[in-house]
């Protein structure tokens, strides 16, 4: 019975909405002849005499409708940056400003402008530009005009954001970057390069077994080394190596990843 | 005095009644003039404590229910035909002029959704006992409908109505499109305090929402009415971390109710980013809270999401929330700089905790940490990062950083990527929690077209869609996790006109055309077609408990 007591109330409530002009005691006599339950009416009636209802009037009421559309709120894009910055501190890193109506590329690059920790240049018709914050390199010495190749690709897979950007001049490494990853160990070759990169081990502070010209090596993240071919001299650079279980549900991304960096010191 | 609290609560939200006219005929000014069958219908005018009578002057004649303040609202009866009724209200014997209403079409009976129980008050007895108000809401529930406590219907009125927008989808696109939110108010009667009881929702045409278990509150100190894990003691009157007798945290001064669920989160921006967010990130995902749909007794809908990001923390290239910190490779520990930049003593029962930093050594947008196990959540979390400075330009906007950030806080709530799994790219899951919403606009077309979504309800605009992977253009951006509408997927039996919604084609086979049908696709890559996919809905499930159960980590 007193479940419904308070419905009762609740409606009973309103009337006085209906009678402003009357007389206040009246209404609540009128509420309480409403309330059929004995309990809640002695109740009611209670709360009357303690002056307690008198209050609620004055309590404040919230101002939202009964019933609205619900909400869909919009708020203006913006966009952070259209030009690559590599903050000030950091090791290492590369990134592109491109062009292409795409987010991979692999044909010819014109070097337009060399200047240092960028090579600003035409990949096909497209502008594309590559930054960069290497160790022991600020500009690399490539002619304006120069024609190299350019294998590019950028994608966010498995919920990591994938990039190789590979500049070569006829099949010899000018400049590599590599940030992949797998649902395994990672490993991948680049015949042209003849490069092959492949993760040593499941720790998260692994290693990374790279073949370089027939050349096998190994290094560790954070790790750099010099390497000849031809008559070229290349420092490796493994910014890091990561690795977990692939098993955990609260791993965002890859499980596995690795950013290696190549390019030409002298 | 037994009887007073609950009418003093009752009157917060009837108190602005007492000074409506009400009396003599009541009048219609504005009411929605024609939807399908179930409709829930709003006027407006002076309808106070107005009734509505439907089938006016037809042997079906009869006094329908409405909503808790009068004629607000009410739902077009179950069963009524197609065409023209007549609806009008009375009040004290008085009538408003009799109006039309079309009923356009019919609704295909689908069981209503309870999504919430809160409470509108408490009242705490002798004999530990407590009487509630309870408030039971969900979706498509009709106006008139009833609460079953423990199998039995209580008093019920329906205290509010939210209806909601498909955006142009055809319904009949959709498993369960949402027509409306009704919150319903009952009162428990005197029971025993913690003692559990279990609730449904019984629309008109009699059909059930499934049940739903609710502990009872053990005392005034305790009693946590929205449900947000945050004592409405504390929302009123402060939190004292300490418990020396000060408040340290005037939580209502942060705009906390205790009728409204309220979340806190912290972000420290690391410095020298390249990218840092803009304020229109932190409101973006504020208006996405605040849109939820959420029906709160007394107060605005929604959520309430405070956040501090005024804080900063030293640069680093890589942050991640395992392995110790090693500077020769530019690596923190999260805990690391969690420990030296947030107050956990004062705030960690009651803030969530993220840095915005550069990256991580996966270049994975974010992480977070709620507890798992088996292959599962096992608990919620209260860390995350952001992590996508190095992203490539098209990245860099507001709408990825807020999708990232919702995201990552969606998972301390135990929210999955795939919504009853982790697989992370379902179609049919309508929610930022999915890698096929975080970050779309900043993907390739190809990756677009690879990663089919409903693309009204990803934009929030009626017509959108992505021709040939295209970004449709917006005039704003808007977030949301999934209500749990979408149409089940089966792996062997998809649809290639008929897409993820609305009709809108999608090439499941990577052919040349999108006019297949009974394609089969392994969705998840798991070596199979033999799964169904359903959507989930993020908003029903949202776990606040992070803050209390993480401690310091």
Redesign the interface.
């Known amino acids: 019975m ?10 009973a ?8 002009k009357q007389d206040t005691k009246t209404d609540k006599e009128t509420i309480a002849t409403m309330i059929k339950d004995e309990e ?1 009416r002695e ?2 009636s ?2 009357v005499s ?1 002056s ?2 008198e ?39 590369v ?4 062009a292409l109506p ?3 590329y692999n044909g010819a690059y014109i070097v337009e402008e060399v200047a240092a920790q960028s090579i600003r240049g035409k990949a096909g018709e497209a502008d594309f530009t590559i930054y960069y914050k290497l160790p022991d390199v600020a500009a690399f010495n490539l002619d304006k005009g120069k024609q190299l190749s350019l294998d590019y690709n ?3 897979k ?6 190789r950007v590979v500049l070569s001049d006829k099949g010899d490494l000018v400049m590599l970057a590599l ?1 992949e ?1 797998s649902l395994k160990p990672y490993e991948t070759i680049i015949k042209d390069l003849r490069l092959s990169v492949s993760q040593g081990d499941e720790k ?2 692994g290693t990374v077994r790279i073949t370089f010209n027939n050349e096998r090596f190994s290094l560790k ?2 790790e750099k080394v010099l390497k000849q071919s031809g008559r070229h001299t290349y420092q490796f650079y493994l ?2 190596s ?1 690795a ?1 279980n692939p ?11 690795v ?1 290696l960096y190549a390019y030409v010191v002298k | ?4 609290r ?3 609560i ?14 003599g005929a009541p009048d219609i000014t504005t009411f929605t003039m024609s939807g399908p069958e179930r409709s ?1 219908v ?1 006027l407006t005018g002076d309808i ?2 107005a009734s509505v009578v439907w089938d006016v002057g037809t042997p079906d004649e009869r006094t329908i229910p409405s ?4 004629a ?2 009410f739902s077009v009866p179950p069963g009524a035909t197609v065409g023209n009724h007549s609806f009008r209200l009375e ?2 014997g008085s009538s408003s002029a009799t109006m039309t209403f079309n009923v356009t079409a019919p609704v295909p009976i689908t069981p209503p959704r309870l999504d919430y129980i809160t409470l509108a008050n408490s009242e705490f007895k002798p004999g530990n006992l407590v ?1 509630c ?1 309870v408030v039971v809401q969900g979706a498509n529930v009709d106006a008139g409908a009833e609460i079953l406590m423990d199998g039995v219907a ?4 329906s ?7 498909l955006f142009g989808i055809n319904p009949a696109t959709l498993d369960f499109p949402i027509y409306h ?1 009704v919150a319903l ?6 029971l025993p305090i913690t003692s559990v009881h279990t609730f449904q929702i019984r629309n008109l045409d009699g059909q059930l929402s499934s049940v739903v278990n609710y502990t009872l509150p053990t005392s005034q100190a305790t009693v946590d009415s929205d449900g947000d894990n945050l004592p409405d003691v504390w929302e009123r009157g402060g939190y004292d971390s300490n418990n020396d007798g000060t408040v340290d945290i005037n939580l209502n001064a942060l705009g906390a109710h205790p009728f409204r669920r309220d979340l806190f989160l912290e972000v420290d921006i690391m410095n ?7 304020n ?1 990130v932190f ?2 995902m504020q ?1 996405a809270f ?2 939820a ?1 959420i029906l709160n007794p ?5 959520i309430n999401l405070v956040i501090d990001h005024s804080g900063t923390v030293p ?1 680093w ?2 942050i991640d929330m ?2 110790a910190s ?1 500077p ?4 923190i520990n999260f805990y690391d700089l969690k420990a030296t930049n947030f107050n956990d003593a004062l705030r960690g029962r009651i803030y969530q905790y993220a840095i915005w930093g ?1 990256m ?11 507890s ?1 196990g088996g ?3 096992t608990g919620p979390g209260d860390d995350l990062i952001v992590s ?6 098209p ?5 990825s ?2 999708e990232t950030l919702m995201h ?1 806080f969606g ?1 301390n709530m135990m929210q ?1 990527h795939g919504g009853f799994v ?1 697989f ?1 790219n379902l179609p049919c899951y309508n929610s930022v929690m999915s ?1 096929s919403w975080q ?1 779309r606009t ?6 677009r077209r690879s990663r089919a979504v409903c693309a009204p309800l990803y934009y ?1 605009q009626t017509g959108a869609v992505e021709a040939n992977g295209a970004v449709f253009a ?5 977030i949301s996790y999934s209500d749990g509408m979408s149409r089940a997927l089966t792996e062997n039996n998809l649809d290639e006109p008929a897409g993820v919604c609305n009709g809108i084609a999608n090439n499941w086979n990577g052919d040349a055309d999108a006019t297949d049908a009974a394609v089969a696709r392994d969705l998840n890559g798991d070596g199979d077609t033999a799964d169904t996919w359903r959507d989930y809905c993020n908003w029903c499930n949202l776990d606040f408990r992070g803050p209390q159960l993480n401690g310091a980590n």
């Open positions: 007193i479940k419904s007591i308070y419905i009762i109330i609740l409606s409530i309103l009337l006085p909405a209906c009678s402003e809640g109740n009611f209670k709360a303690d307690q209802i209050t609620l009037n004055a309590l404040a009421a919230s101002t939202e409708p009964p019933v609205s559309v619900r909400e869909r709120t919009e708020v203006k894009e913006e966009q952070s940056t259209q030009v690559p910055v590599l903050p000030e501190k950091m090791i290492a890193g990134e592109v400003r491109s795409d987010t991979y950028e994608a966010t498995d919920g990591s954001a994938h990039r940030e990853g998260q502070s993240q954070g910014r890091s990561y977990t098993d955990n549900v609260t791993t965002e991304g890859n499980p596995y990843f950013k | 005095m037994k009887i007073i609950p009418l003093i009752s009157s917060l939200a009837l108190g602005s009644l007492f000074y409506l006219s009400g009396c829930l709003q106070a404590l909503g808790f303040v009068g607000s609202f009040r004290s009487n108000l209580m008093g019920t009125m205290l509010k109505a939210l209806r909601n927008d939110f108010l009952g009162s428990t009667g005197d020298s980013l390249a990218n840092p967010p803009a229109a409101t973006t208006s605040a849109n749909p007394f107060t605005p809908n929604g640069y290239d890589d395992v392995a090693d020769s490779i530019g690596y550069n991580r050594r996966n270049n994975s947008s974010g992480v977070s940490d709620p798992e292959g599962d959540f996508f400075d190095d992203f490539s330009a990245y860099q906007t507001v709408r950083g807020a990552e998972h999955r982790h992370s890698y970050m900043a993907l390739s077309d190809a990756n929030n917006t005039t704003g951006i808007i």
